[in-house]
């Protein structure tokens, strides 16, 4: 496939992590967006996403490198739908590098002339295996 230019997007956020700025991460955002930190356990809107990627960072000894592989572009008007691999590399408890390959899925909203994530899932449909995520609507 040609590239997308969701997949420049994407990587440049996954430098954002890797260098640990939050603050330029936020920009790939939307206002309302949704981050899968884990199955289970969501955080919403751009403050409480940048405080769950400080929060993963120091949990990982600020080791996360995250880089992807193959990618599916599947754009209706102004969203697309985003299908692709993840890997999350980062220093195991013996200091020697850990990756963990996932099927992500992420939604992005065309901004204008800017797209912008507004669901970011990098467990993918991996989730159907776990407990259901809440919604804050219970």
């Not at 330029?24 to 949704?34: G, I, N, P, R, S």
């Not at 405080?51 to 572009?73: E, K, L, T």
């Amino acid at each position: 496939m040609t590239d997308h230019p969701l997949k420049t997007l994407i990587e440049a956020a996954d430098r954002a992590i890797t260098a640990e700025d939050f603050d330029t991460l936020m920009d790939f955002y939307t206002d309302d967006a949704v981050l899968v930190i884990a199955p289970g356990r969501l955080a919403t809107g751009k403050a409480a996403i940048r405080d769950a990627f400080v929060a993963i960072a120091a949990y990982f000894g600020n080791s996360v490198r995250v880089s992807q592989g193959d990618m599916q572009v599947l754009e209706g008007g102004d969203t697309a739908l985003v299908i692709m691999e993840t890997f999350v590399h980062s220093a195991g408890p013996d200091g020697k590098e850990v990756t963990e390959t996932r099927r992500a899925t992420y939604v992005f909203r065309l901004d204008g002339d800017t797209w912008r994530c507004a669901v970011d899932n990098s467990y993918g449909t991996t989730l159907l295996d776990q407990s259901a995520p809440s919604t804050g609507a219970e």
